[in-house]
């Protein structure tokens, strides 16, 4: 028995984390500083991931589903390669733990859908991390949208460009299918629009490996539509210096250094709404392109995402909160980004049900 695992659950929440590569060391250096959420276990066959639990102390499992046969465990996070997290999710379901299920929710639509069904038939609160949802940025620009304050939207340009170092490609299942910076990268900024935006119900795209070279896309352009009207163009490439990407503009998190630049520009017929820096731009007058624009700037405090996400995740898995990005919701932001590969497959446009 784990001797961090036997605190009492009412005073603790105690996860395993399942995974300790790039991410799961984000997800468990916040678990180490949160006040409601304690990290009990890790599991990773690595011998890096041993030495990194040893390193904080934490029990280590080569086999993560030895860690699930642990007592005591309120959830799990599963910050595995993509192509792992339909095992691995099923597996925990099947323990009746409540799922983190870092994104992509899995790499096939199919698998996805059989993890969401697994999970509501055993009554499993699922979640996807999708962590933008929790950002102060998004939560404000969300409620300024449906509050009406940009009219009929009609309209957004996203931009995720920026450098990966040659070396994140050394680790060979982000050189392969289903890893490209499509399901990597391009995934949060759909999942984000369609959060501020409501469905995309159609997609077009262009990708290319032009530059790296690898089995997946380096670059994709895309268009979208959503079901409210609005069109949209996002931008994404890995191999492109650049800032303009959410993750340097919002300072997310420490390792990337954050620039005064926005990422994301959305506009409707009665203003239009910069992200993250949430510049809000509209007419106080007499209205049209020759009259003066307003430009008004909101500084709110930041807040780290990943760890509201832990909150959030507690909160979700003790029944108090609905999850913010669903199984279901993760399942259909996967749908609209694995559009993208199929449109530049068929050159085609894609039709995703509203
Ligand atoms: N939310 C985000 O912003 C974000 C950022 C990066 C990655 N991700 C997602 O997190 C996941 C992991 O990505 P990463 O960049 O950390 O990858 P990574 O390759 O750095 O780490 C993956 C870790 O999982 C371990 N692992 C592999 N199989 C395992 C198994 N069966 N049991 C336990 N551990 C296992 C590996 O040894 C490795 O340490 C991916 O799904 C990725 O899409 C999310």
Redesign the pocket.
């Known amino acids: 028995m784990l001797n961090r695992m036997t605190r009492p659950t009412t005073a603790t929440f105690p996860v395993g984390l ?9 997800h468990a250096e916040r678990c180490l500083r949160h006040d409601r959420v304690h990290l009990a276990a890790i ?4 011998d ?2 041993r030495v990194f639990a040893e390193s904080i102390d934490v029990p280590w499992f080569a ?2 589903r030895a860690l699930l046969q642990q007592p005591g465990l309120g959830g799990v996070i599963v ?4 192509a ?2 339909l095992s ?1 999710g099923l597996d925990c379901i099947r323990r009746g733990l409540p799922l983190l299920m ?3 929710i899995t790499d096939k639509l199919t698998e996805g859908e059989q993890l969401c069904a697994a999970a509501e038939a055993a009554g499993v609160p699922l979640m996807v ?3 933008r949802r929790n950002n102060p940025i998004i939560r404000r620009a969300k409620s300024l949208i449906e509050g009406g304050l940009l009219g009929r939207p009609v309209s957004v340009n996203a931009m995720a460009t920026w450098l990966k170092p040659d070396s994140y490609f050394d ?1 060979a ?2 050189r392969e299918k289903g ?1 490209g910076t499509v ?2 990268n391009l995934i ?1 900024d759909i999942d984000l629009l369609r959060h501020l935006l409501g469905e995309i119900t159609e997609v077009q795209a262009m990708t290319s490996n032009a530059v790296r070279g690898f089995e997946v896309e380096d670059t994709a352009a895309v268009l979208l539509r959503f079901a409210n009207g609005a069109l949209g163009t996002v931008s994404v490439s890995d191999t492109a210096v650049a800032p303009w990407n959410w993750d340097l503009a919002a300072g997310e998190a420490a390792h990337y250094p954050q620039q005064p630049v926005n990422s994301h520009f959305l506009s409707g017929t009665e203003a239009s709404l910069t992200l993250p820096r949430l510049d809000l731009w509209r007419y106080r007058g007499k209205r049209g392109w020759h009259e003066e624009l307003t430009h008004e700037h909101a500084a709110l405090h930041l807040g780290d995402p990943y760890f509201e996400q832990l909150r959030h995740f507690r909160a979700v898995a003790e029944g108090a909160e609905a999850p913010r990005c669903s199984g279901r919701d993760g399942l259909r932001t996967l749908a609209a980004t694995l559009a993208v590969h199929e449109s530049a497959r068929t050159q085609a446009p894609v039709r995703l049900a509203a």
């Open positions: 399942i995974g300790a590569g790039a991410i799961g060391r984000m599991a990773d066959p690595t890096a991931g086999d993560y910050a595995t390669p993509n792992t997290h691995v870092e994104k992509p991390g999708h962590q680790v299942w982000h890893a399901l990597i949060h």
